[in-house]
């Protein structure tokens, strides 16, 4: 997906978000939202967001000094989901046939945490967002393409989007079975986004293979990933990219062309922007294959 002229203000929107969550002070404002305009200024528009996202975030963290200035964040939804987890579970299981399509609702409504779309998250915005999921308008034909694509595939790629997300995901990989899937987090910190010390939190490294991306980029930019992780791309039968992160850097036709099995996308439409690119109304749940870019 390309960046579109909409775009530019919500990076601007994001560094100060950014800013005033981190508690930077006062006096590196100025120099940081300069230095994100001139980036801006000069990039290419048939780039992807998250290489923009890149550069905001990479500022922000020279600027204030800190590594991963949201680890407290990120602890507190891991904690938070992991909580959650028996008793949504227990739902899942109990609707027999349409155990897939409930882990996928579940593992989508966990794309609500999310701090690169608004600054704060509360506790009960996940309860909100799992119990909207239930009776939520969701491409069933889709999520049966899925299911097939799953069961045929040998090697599955899962790329996850935030911590406490990615304790959602684990009942989607359940029912998919784990023995298929290799996980795959963040190179670095980035946002609220999961990375490896995040899998580890949330238990999955107990359950699948984690691998990360070797990017710092708030999606998966191919050409900032590691050859080990593009390799992973090109040989799994299936690729599942939660989050929109994901889906806008990886939904165009490179990107697209360079995956060797089939490629699905799982995310809310949390962005005017992104809802009016994919076809959905805002707020939707959204699964959906990435076109074939050969026809």
């Known amino acids: ?4 002229f909409d775009c530019i203000p919500c990076f601007l929107r994001q560094t100060l978000d950014a800013m005033r969550f981190i508690g930077a002070p006062e006096d590196v404002y100025e120099s940081v939202l300069r230095g994100v305009l001139e980036q801006a200024s000069r990039m290419d528009l048939l780039r992807p967001p998250p290489e923009m996202g890149q550069v905001i975030h990479r ?7 800190d590594t991963d200035p949201y680890r407290s964040v990120k ?7 992991l909580e959650r987890l028996p008793g949504l579970r227990r739902q899942v299981e109990a609707r027999g046939a349409g155990r897939f ?6 593992a989508i409504a966990g794309n609500a945490i999310d701090f690169g779309v608004k600054a704060s998250f509360r506790d009960d915005d996940l309860d909100r967002a799992v119990d909207a999921s239930w009776s939520a308008p969701v491409d069933t034909r889709a999520i049966e393409a899925l299911r097939g694509a799953a069961e045929d595939a040998r090697r599955i790629l899962y790329i996850g989007d ?4 990615v304790v959602l995901d684990r009942l989607l990989i359940e029912a998919i079975g784990p023995s298929k899937v290799t ?6 910190a980035v946002l609220n986004d999961a990375t490896r010390e995040d899998a580890d939190a949330s238990g999955l490294s107990a359950l699948v293979e984690v691998v990360d991306s070797g990017s710092d980029a708030p999606g998966t930019v191919l050409p900032d990933c590691s050859e080990d992780f593009r390799r992973r791309f090109r040989e799994a039968d299936l690729v599942i990219a939660k989050g929109q992160g994901n889906y806008e ?3 165009g036709p490179e990107a697209v062309s360079l995956a060797g099995g089939r490629l699905f996308f799982l995310l809310q439409a949390k962005c005017p922007v992104i809802a009016a690119h994919i076809g959905f109304p805002e707020g939707s749940l959204v699964v959906m294959e990435a076109a074939d870019p050969q026809g």
């Open 1 to 4: 997906m390309r960046t579109f």
């Open 101 to 106: 399509e409930s882990a996928v609702r579940i």
């Open 249 to 251: 850097s990886l939904s």
């Open 59 to 65: 500022t922000i963290r020279a600027a204030v000094g």
């Open 75 to 81: 602890e507190r939804a891991t904690r938070l989901a």
């Open 162 to 165: 935030n911590a406490g997300e």
């Open 183 to 188: 996980f795959a987090v963040r190179g670095s």
